[in-house]
């Protein structure tokens, strides 16, 4: 299930970038790279945040 988020979530990511972009043909792939990497960082930095938020609770 977190999965199937996180495809659900590079899927917008991809969408918006492209609609950004003017909605540029044959560029899937890049939009799809591009938001895969985002949607990572994005889920790293949140268990990063997350860990010293719960050391600090601890």
């Keep these: ?3 199937q988020s996180r495809e659900d979530r590079i ?3 991809a969408y918006e970038l492209w ?6 043909e044959g560029a899937d792939l890049r ?3 591009q938001a895969m990497g985002e949607i990572d ?3 790293q930095r949140q ?7 719960g050391q600090g609770g601890a």
């Design 31 to 33: 939009f799809w790279e």
């Design 1 to 3: 299930m977190a999965d």
């Design 11 to 13: 899927r917008q990511r």
């Design 41 to 43: 960082e994005e889920d």
């Design 47 to 53: 268990d990063r945040s997350g860990k010293r938020a």
């Design 19 to 24: 609609e950004k972009e003017g909605k540029p």
